[in-house]
Nanobody, 117 residues
Framework: QVQLVESGGGLVQAGGSLRLSCAAS????????MGWYRQAPGKQRELAAT???????NYADSVKGRFTLSRDNAKNTVYLQMNSLIPEDTAVYYC???????????WGQGTQVTVSS
């Protein structure tokens, strides 16, 4: 099993910044990819950014150049630095970990990010 604990959401004005953190525990040795997905009201959950254990990142086009995802393998933690936030970034952000041995996804409880205009 893998447990994910998120922190760092909140309310910010457009143009501001927030940093989300997600710490994994449990069977962390088997985690390959970690990242963040988001779900806005009335919309499907979508990818924001992911990072492999080797550090390869993947970003949604909508966040490229504004969001930076990093990973501390020693702490089993990923950090999503979100800059130049816009109201369209408002969503519940979910941490995700992919366990390659069982081909299984794990999810955090979600953290609300609200960007006011």
């Amino acid at each position: 099993q893998v447990q994910l604990v998120e922190s760092g959401g909140g309310l910010v004005q457009a143009g501001g910044s927030l940093r989300l953190s997600c710490a994994a525990s449990g069977s962390v040795f088997s985690i390959n990819t970690m990242g963040w997905y988001r779900q806005a009201p009335g919309k499907q959950r979508e990818l924001a950014a992911t990072i492999t254990r080797a550090g390869t990142t993947n970003y949604a086009d909508s966040v490229k150049g504004r969001f930076t995802l990093s990973r501390d393998n020693a702490k089993n933690t990923v950090y999503l630095q979100m800059n130049s936030l816009i109201p369209e970034d408002t969503a519940v952000y979910y941490c995700n970990a992919f366990r390659s041995d069982y081909f299984r996804n794990y999810w955090g409880q979600g953290t609300q990010v609200t960007v006011s205009s």
